[in-house]
Nanobody, 117 residues
């Protein structure tokens, strides 16, 4: 069992920055890929970025060049640095972790990011 807790969301003006964190606990030795997803009101959950255990990253086109995903394996923490935020980045952001032994996916409870002037 893996437990994920996100933090760092909030209200920010367009053009501003935020850094999200996701602390993992439990059977973390089995975690392979980790990622950030988001869900805006009335829309489906979508991938924002993910990162493999070896550090390979992948980004949605909409956030390339603005967001940076990283992970600190020593601290069991996943990060998402978000720069140049836009209105359309407003969503609940979820942390995701994949169990490399069986493919099971764990989710955090989500953290709200609101971009508003």
């Amino acid at each position: 069992q893996v437990h994920l807790v996100e933090s760092g969301g909030g209200l920010v003006q367009p053009g501003g920055s935020l850094r999200l964190s996701c602390a993992a606990s439990g059977s973390i030795f089995s975690i392979n890929d980790m990622g950030w997803y988001r869900q805006a009101p009335g829309k489906e959950r979508e991938l924002v970025a993910n990162i493999g255990s070896g550090g390979k990253t992948n980004y949605a086109d909409s956030v390339k060049g603005r967001f940076t995903i990283s992970r600190d394996n020593a601290k069991n923490t996943l990060y998402l640095k978000m720069n140049s935020l836009k209105f359309e980045d407003t969503a609940v952001y979820y942390c995701n972790a994949e169990d490399g032994s069986n493919g099971f996916e764990y989710w955090g409870q989500g953290t709200q990011v609101t971009v508003s002037s």
